[in-house]
């Protein structure tokens, strides 16, 4: 299948959606629905905003009938049983190569916290090498290297490695440079040989060299097929460990965007792992929209946070849909060309045989995001640039809420 063919589902499968800012309708011929416009990347809507009452509504019901459905025709099936996140984490690398995490909502503050918890936690640098993240440019590899050895890396310097990725404004919020402060400051505890790598996996585009949208598009649609290469060549060749940090989508092990369609332009950065067949991956979905209840009601009485085995359980065997917003197109190919499928045609894929474990944060009201910072929204030179990239890629509508988000009129040029 030619690369061009599949274009517009890997357009979908490529732009980040963040929290409030920077929504953007699908290509032409996908449904408009305020909830399908989360399907656009690895990452999550937060939820805010995104889908209606009613979508939601109907999404609850679907997913009870769904699990009712699989308690009547598979007999065994058990309730899934909370785990302390940490401990389940740092122990799936004693058989595994690759632990690979979904952030849920890009900038949720739980998943955050977690993530701290966890690289802090003593275990961690006894069992693991390399953090390979979403969230940093691999032009920018250099100066991450420098930075978490400790070396003294001007901040105007080091910023570029979140702020020039392909995306436009989603990993500037501060949790993303604490996490790198943090693997830096792990890293004066450990010897040399256990100090921690971060691998930033987002393609190495030159924002000066984009010009127009397609140039943007060429890096944009290179996400999943870089990070994958970047973890053969710098972790499974060398006998190393890693902990992947990714939005939810690039870690799907057929992507739901093409109907779980093994087809050109709609790889994953975990479908191509498993083609390579050169690794044991263990893979963790973060639930943080839909609600969490309305897939299995006790999960309210869970610790927060906690962690659930999939294989076998209720939650195991409910379909993969039932754990994302409802209604979102899904494309085939249709004489030749990408179109959407209508409904009837959407397959049905155990949730199991996509994850391996869920990880609860709590119920969606108590998940809260990070924000722009004041020092960054009054910054002229930052606002320009965000700006300037985004209205260069016909985003207007997205400046504007950059804009709302900051809370001030558009900077002067």
């Not at 930033?200 to 598009?217: M, Y």
């Not at 790889?267 to 083609?275: C, F, M």
Request: proline share 7%; glycine share 6%.
């Amino acid at each position: 299948m030619s690369t061009m063919v599949m274009a517009r589902v890997a357009e979908i499968a490529a732009i980040v959606v963040l929290p409030a800012v920077l929504l953007r309708p699908l290509p032409t011929g996908a449904a408009q629905t305020p909830s399908t416009m989360v399907l656009r990347d690895g990452g999550r809507s937060n939820g805010a905003g995104l889908t209606t009452v009613a979508d939601a509504a109907r999404h609850a019901l679907a997913a009870m009938a769904l699990s009712a459905g699989a308690d009547s025709q598979v007999s065994g099936a058990t309730a899934p049983k909370p785990l302390d996140p940490v401990l389940a984490i740092t122990d799936a690398f004693e058989s595994h190569d690759i632990v690979a995490l979904d952030e849920g909502s890009h900038r949720n503050e739980q998943a955050h916290q977690l993530r701290l918890k966890l690289i802090r936690h003593p275990s961690f640098a006894r069992r693991v090498n390399d953090i390979v993240v979403e969230f940093g440019s691999a032009r920018y590899q250099d100066v991450m290297d420098r930075y978490v050895r400790g070396e003294n890396v001007p901040a105007d310097e080091l910023r570029h490695a979140w702020q020039d990725t392909t995306q436009f404004a989603v990993w500037d919020v501060p949790i993303y440079q604490d996490f790198f402060r943090a693997v830096r400051e792990i890293n004066t505890t450990l010897a040399a040989n256990r100090r921690l790598r971060v691998l930033l996996a987002d393609p190495p585009i030159d924002w000066a060299a984009v010009k127009t949208p397609a140039d943007h598009f060429t890096w944009l649609r290179a996400r999943d097929t870089h990070g994958a290469e970047l973890i053969q060549r710098e972790v499974l060749a060398k006998k190393r460990k890693a902990l992947l940090i990714f939005g939810g989508r690039h870690l799907q092990r057929k992507n739901i965007s093409a109907n779980y369609e093994s087809l050109d332009g709609a790889e994953t950065v975990i479908s191509i792992l498993h083609a390579a067949g050169a690794a044991k991956i263990f893979t963790i979905w973060t639930a943080t929209n839909p609600e969490p209840q309305s897939l299995q009601a006790d999960m309210s009485t869970w610790p927060v946070p906690s962690l659930a085995l999939l294989r076998g359980t209720r939650l195991g065997l409910l379909d993969f849909a039932a754990f994302l917003p409802p209604e979102e197109a899904r494309f085939g190919i249709v004489d030749g060309k990408p179109s959407p499928l209508p409904r009837d045609q959407f397959r049905v894929r155990p949730m199991q045989e996509q994850f391996d474990a869920l990880l609860y944060l709590g119920p969606l009201s108590t998940i809260t995001t990070a924000k722009l910072p004041a020092s960054l929204c009054a910054d002229a030179a930052y606002r320009q640039m965000r700006r300037g990239r985004m209205l260069l890629l016909n985003q207007k509508a997205q400046a504007d809420q950059l804009d709302r988000e900051c809370g001030t009129s558009p900077p002067a040029k």
